[in-house]
């Protein structure tokens, strides 16, 4: 339960929301650590969080979610690595989009089965 009193810091996006600085690095060399996306990432602005994405068994997928303080630092960010050539690799940066949300039919009862309304 939250009090009045208690407020969410506006750098927390809402739940099950993206926040609008986060840029998505894609088609990362495998070898390529969290500490080299950050030192590459950092010269455009704090970097708050940053990780790779990894498959079940812990490999690297060649992702990565760079999240900054600011949305212009972020955004600089796409404009350098967005279709640069880096490690024999041309890497794709983009700015992650709000999850869409799923649309569901509702499915009811009848004497004879069901059906969609």
Known sequence: M???????????PPYNQSSPNVVILSNLDPNATVNDVKA???AFG???RCELVKD????SCG???????????AL???AKFDN????????????????????????A????????T
């Open 2 to 12: 939250v009090n009045s009193n208690d407020t969410i810091p506006p750098s927390v």
């Open 40 to 42: 590459a990432c950092g």
């Open 46 to 48: 704090p970097v708050t």
């Open 56 to 59: 079940p068994r812990g490999r």
């Open 63 to 73: 992702e990565a979610e760079v999240e900054y303080l600011d949305r212009q630092s």
């Open 76 to 78: 600089d960010c796409i």
């Open 84 to 107: 640069e050539y880096i490690d024999e690799r041309i890497i794709r940066a983009t700015l992650r989009q709000s999850p869409v949300p799923v649309m569901r039919s509702v499915i």
């Open 109 to 116: 009862p009848t004497r004879s089965g069901y059906r969609t």
